[in-house]
């Protein structure tokens, strides 16, 4: 159909797409002594170390240097001052068989690439650039790659506004396209709009079906907890070790689960519940980003539980934290979904004698199994006070409808058949208004509360 071909176009190759060739890269952090621009929290070494990391996800890409050269504005067009650039370029020339480097901020304009890259010699990526394509790299449904579509336009929107002035400096004035009337950068312009538009309302459709998946869910009462962290702090593994689900293969690698992907597990009293894995998070990802990828977090406001999995191991596992809850914040997340939060702290193997200090946090070892009985424990406790369910024992007549009922209107965990009376003593999950309702057709009926 054509709605079907609109949609290919749109998921085809990215003019932006930085391909799958090896790169060499040179890793520069403008660090900040001082100032607004100087990030409170963090250190140029951490800083550096997440660039590193990043850069690791690619694969065939590699770092030859790291190298932190002070700056008081990063913002100006060389982005360092007259002799630290000097002393910044002569390195950068010096290092053999270099392909790229990696500037560590958030955005440079067209402009400033294009005056370094005739600098050194060699191409140069910003942070927006690199995330990007690691997403790019990373997405695998329809969604997943609409959403980088959408981020990259202003990503086009600025090369176009590059090509148009350098045009404009080689012919001297805009030239009309072939008496349309409308110049070379109004017709870009508008193509640019057609295209976000199209992204959007494709997004829109996407959303659509989505929630009717979710009133589906809603309908079947599976309760749905969402796995959340930041990037690489060991989400996949615990997922896998709570539902046995082989097939999941955890990557060790930033943002390996780009798409929420859903997985059935069951609690102690067997509960089936869904646990979704949900992107990674990550200090100063580039802001259009984070806009086209809180969209993939919308599912999570729809949960019944959120784990907050944390990597104890890690040096800003403070900071990490902090991240993660800023942008949950921002989620506009019902208050008892971000209150209820289960608190993990994951990878506790690699600590001797570890003792979380916040009071309520679950000390785990996904990897080994270590304290997931008590993490499944502790979901379903708060998975029964979320979803308003009970878990009780009732004593029924086989001769009478209450056993049909509550297999048509509860989960039925267990039944204990007395056959000397003719009764058998049922173990159901039941939410409250079923248990209401059961009350009040079988008055005469014993329950007793497990």
């Known amino acids: 159909s054509e709605e079907e071909e609109d949609l290919e176009e749109l998921l085809g190759p990215s003019p932006l797409a930085l391909g799958p060739g090896a790169q060499r890269v040179a ?14 929290l963090t250190t140029a070494e951490f800083q550096i170390a997440e660039a590193v990391a990043l850069v690791d996800t690619l694969q065939n890409w590699t770092v030859l240097e790291k190298i932190i ?16 650039f000097q002393v910044l370029t ?9 392909t790229a480097v990696f500037l560590n901020v958030e955005r440079i304009s067209s402009l400033t690439k294009k005056e370094l890259e005739a600098a050194w010699g060699v191409k140069v990526f910003d942070r927006y650039t690199i995330v990007l394509h690691i997403f790019r790299c990373n997405a695998r449904t329809k969604e997943a790659k609409l959403q980088i579509a959408l981020a990259e336009i202003p990503l086009l929107r600025s090369n176009l506004k590059n090509e148009v002035s350098q045009r404009d400096q080689q012919r001297g004035g805009s030239r009309y396209i072939m008496g349309s009337g409308e110049t ?14 199209k992204i959007r309302n494709a997004l829109e459709k996407l959303r659509r079906k989505r929630s009717l998946l979710r009133t589906e869910r809603r309908k079947r009462e599976f309760p749905m907890i969402s796995v959340m962290g930041y990037t690489n702090c060991g989400k996949t593994t615990l997922i896998k070790a709570l539902t046995g689900e082989a097939e999941i293969q955890p990557r060790d690698q930033l943002f390996a689960t780009l798409d929420i992907t859903a997985h059935a597990g069951y609690l102690p009293s067997h509960m089936a519940v869904i646990y979704v894995d949900t992107i990674g998070f990550l200090t100063d990802l580039p802001h259009n980003l984070v806009e086209s990828f809180s969209a993939t977090l919308e599912e999570v406001a729809y949960s019944d539980l959120i784990v907050h999995v944390r990597d ?7 900071l990490q934290k902090a991240t993660v809850l800023s942008v949950l914040k921002n989620l506009n997340l019902p208050s008892h979904l971000l209150e209820s939060m289960v608190e993990v702290h994951n990878k506790v193997d690699l600590i001797e004698r570890y003792k979380p200090t916040e009071e309520n946090a679950l000390a785990i070892s996904a990897l080994h199994g270590h304290g997931l009985e008590e993490l ?3 979901i379903e406790k708060k998975i029964l006070t979320a979803t308003g369910k009970k878990i009780l024992t009732v004593n029924v007549n086989l001769e009478g409808p209450q056993l049909s009922w509550l297999y048509k209107e509860a989960t039925v ?13 049922v173990k159901v999950i039941i939410s409250s208004s079923a248990f209401g309702r059961y009350k009040n057709l079988f008055p005469s009926s014993k329950i007793f509360m497990s």
Request: hydrophobic share 30%; proline share 11%.
């Open 90 to 98: 002569e390195k950068i020339k010096k290092l053999p068989h270099l």
């Open 312 to 318: 104890i191991t890690h040096p800003e596992t403070v």
């Open 413 to 425: 965990q267990d039944i204990e058949v007395m056959p000397e009376d003719g009764t058998a003593r």
């Open 184 to 197: 070379f950068m109004e017709t870009q312009s508008r193509v640019l709009k057609e295209r976000e538009l």
């Open 376 to 378: 499944k424990y502790e």
């Open 69 to 84: 050269i002070p700056t008081k504005n990063p913002n100006k067009k060389f982005v360092f001052g007259k002799g630290n």
């Open 27 to 40: 890793i520069v952090h403008p660090a900040v002594k001082w100032g607004p621009k100087k990030s409170p």
